[in-house]
């Protein structure tokens, strides 16, 4: 009887013992184990660095031209044009009698400037271009492209006027003062004046715009440009002629090759030198459409009489002109 009493005795004893001996790795572990050294901190992660697309600055070139053509770069001088030469904002281009000149921007806009004409590039961006005509007659061709919305502005100087279009062709004239006319080929046109009062200018129409007023309501083009002469006595004694006439206001004309400026009315009037013997004075007017109108005219210049020449001595000898 004395055995089993004995065994259970022992028995809380020896699952004392196994706790003891399961505790001994753990208190090791946790006492006496040595620290190992901390690991050192992970790198911070590396910055992805986007290589960063460098934009070409916008710009104009003035891709070709004939005859005489001047470029100045902001307040520089002037200088002869170079093929390719670029233009930024600032930059004045100025073509001369008998000449032309080609401007682009890129594939998005194509300028065409006509003798005597001169503009100056005012701001360039991938959205938009604007450049100023000081004088002379421009055509605009602009090019819609996929994604890309370019907007091109042509505006006169001395005056409110300001042609505007996306996708388009368009011609605008300006003569220096201000008098402006603008003739659409393709697409459709804004053009503002005064007080940013608008039409729009459609294919196949033009519109005037006089100093200090808004914009005419559009019209058909003309199929033909008006153009009158009051031609002078077809004989005459004098080294100088007035030619005068008339044509449409905004409409370009030249007299023996010179630009003449139109009032607001479309009136212009030019001094021309005669020599002796016959003289043929040749007027031409072109409108914004691109149509044409040309009259000539023979003044004979006849020699002085004896008598004239002889008044005229006479006064020279005396140091004086005659009366």
């Known amino acids: 009887m004395a055995a089993p009493s004995s065994r259970r005795r022992q028995a809380p004893f020896l699952v004392g013992l196994v706790l ?30 986007t290589p960063v697309e460098v934009k070409k600055a916008v710009e104009l070139v003035l891709s070709s031209f004939d005859g005489d053509v001047d470029v100045r770069h902001g307040d520089g001088p002037w200088e002869k044009a170079r093929k390719d030469m670029p233009l930024r904002p600032r ?18 806009v194509e300028l065409r400037m006509e003798a005597d ?26 090019r819609g492209r996929p994604n890309v919305r ?35 080929r393709e697409g459709d046109v804004k053009l503002t004046g005064k007080e940013g009062k608008y039409v729009i200018v ?3 129409q033009r519109s005037i715009v006089l ?8 019209d058909p083009i003309p199929s033909t440009v008006f153009l009158k002469m009051e031609w002078p006595a077809a004989k005459t004694r004098k080294q100088k002629v007035a030619v005068v006439g008339r044509t449409d206001p905004g409409s370009r004309v030249t007299v023996n090759g010179v630009s003449v400026p139109t009032e607001e009315d479309g009136r212009f009037k030019l ?6 013997g016959r003289n043929t004075v040749q007027v031409s007017a072109v409108g914004v459409g691109g149509t044409h109108q040309k009259v000539q005219q023979v003044l004979t210049r006849d020699p002085p009489s004896t008598i004239e020449v002889e008044t005229e001595g006479f006064w020279k000898s005396r140091g004086g002109a005659p009366p």
């Open 150 to 184: 370019h907007t091109f502005i042509l505006k006169a100087k001395n005056g409110d006027a300001e042609a505007s279009t996306s996708q388009g062709t368009f011609t605008m004239s300006n003569n220096g003062a201000g008098t402006v006319s603008v003739g659409t």
């Open 91 to 108: 930059d004045v281009v100025r073509t001369g009698r008998g000449s032309w000149a080609m401007v682009l921007n890129g594939e998005a």
């Open 211 to 218: 100093p200090g007023k808004a914009p005419s309501e559009p």
């Open 20 to 49: 003891i001996l399961a505790a001994l790795p753990v208190g090791w572990f946790v006492f006496l184990r040595e620290t190992p050294a901390p690991l050192p901190p992970a790198p911070p992660p590396r910055a992805v660095v």
């Open 202 to 204: 459609r294919a196949g």
């Open 117 to 142: 004409t001169e503009i100056s590039v005012e701001e360039l961006s991938n959205e938009l271009s604007k450049v100023l005509l000081s004088s002379g007659l421009a055509t605009a061709t602009v």
């Open 271 to 276: 001094d021309v030198p005669l020599e002796e």
